[in-house]
């Protein structure tokens, strides 16, 4: 009769039996003899490494190239994001302004003034007030409310928030303090909805009525310019409010 030569694994498991007739003593996990000879080739090995040095690679290829776009076009969507904000702040602006307690019902709260720059030329600009001010405001003392502030664009300058308050001391006689809003600004127009038409007119000055008197556009336009980009946005001018809203 041949003689089975037993592994050591068989031995093991023959030992543990004598020394535990009742199989009271479980074998620990991972110790059978087919565990025991499990094991990656080195071919195995190589092929997974060559597959994660492919991964590597595509990803880091993946990741330069959308570098290199977002780098390409970051120009554009900066300047998109100027152009959305000045145009959210000056909204904001012009909604504060139509509340009360500026704004009066049957009023028009943001109307054309004849304003006097420090340059010295009167020009017809949009004004409104604001009673508490604004962050773009710097005193250079003590802020003061009742601020009256005017729009103006200027080719050079960009747009320019022109502001002073009615409890200074020369109000009619010094000229507004001037705060550039943004430098990208290249012209401000203003927009007249004809009800006998019904179609809009852009003009590049506030209009004047039949009667000398300045006439209060329903919309205002605004024309951005940095290098070869270009955008234009419109704002709607607010009606005055009875009150707050509820809520």
Not at 159 to 181: C, G, I, M, N, Y
Not at 201 to 211: G, L, N, P, Y
């Amino acid at each position: 009769m041949m003689r089975v030569l037993s592994s050591p694994c068989h031995r093991e498991v023959r030992e543990a039996r004598r020394g535990d007739p009742a199989g009271l003593l479980r074998r620990p996990a991972g110790r059978d003899c087919g565990e025991a000879r499990k094991a990656f080739t080195l071919l195995e090995i190589l092929l997974a490494l060559a597959l994660t040095a492919l991964v590597l690679v595509a990803m880091n290829t993946f990741v330069f190239s959308m570098g290199e776009l977002w780098g390409r076009n970051s120009d554009v969507r900066l300047f998109d994001r100027h152009v959305r904000a000045v145009t959210r702040f000056l909204e904001d602006t012009m909604h504060t302004a139509a509340l009360p307690p500026s704004a009066v019902a049957g009023a028009t709260p943001i109307a054309p003034q004849e304003i006097k720059p420090s340059s010295g030329n009167t020009d017809n600009l949009l004004t409104f007030e604001l009673p508490a001010g604004n962050r773009l405001l710097v005193w250079p003392d003590t802020p003061l409310p009742e601020v009256v502030c005017s729009l103006q664009a200027r080719e050079r300058d960009g747009l320019l928030l022109l502001w002073h308050s009615r409890l200074e001391q020369k109000f009619a006689d010094d000229p507004p303090r001037e705060t550039v809003v943004t430098p990208l600004v290249t012209a401000l127009a203003y927009d007249y909805y004809d009800a006998d038409f019904k179609t809009w007119k852009t003009e590049t000055a506030i209009r004047k009525d039949s009667a000398g008197k300045l006439q209060a556009p329903q919309r205002l336009r605004l024309k951005f310019a940095y290098g070869k980009l270009k955008r234009e946005t419109v704002i709607v001018l607010p009606m005055p409010t009875q009150g707050l809203p509820n809520f």
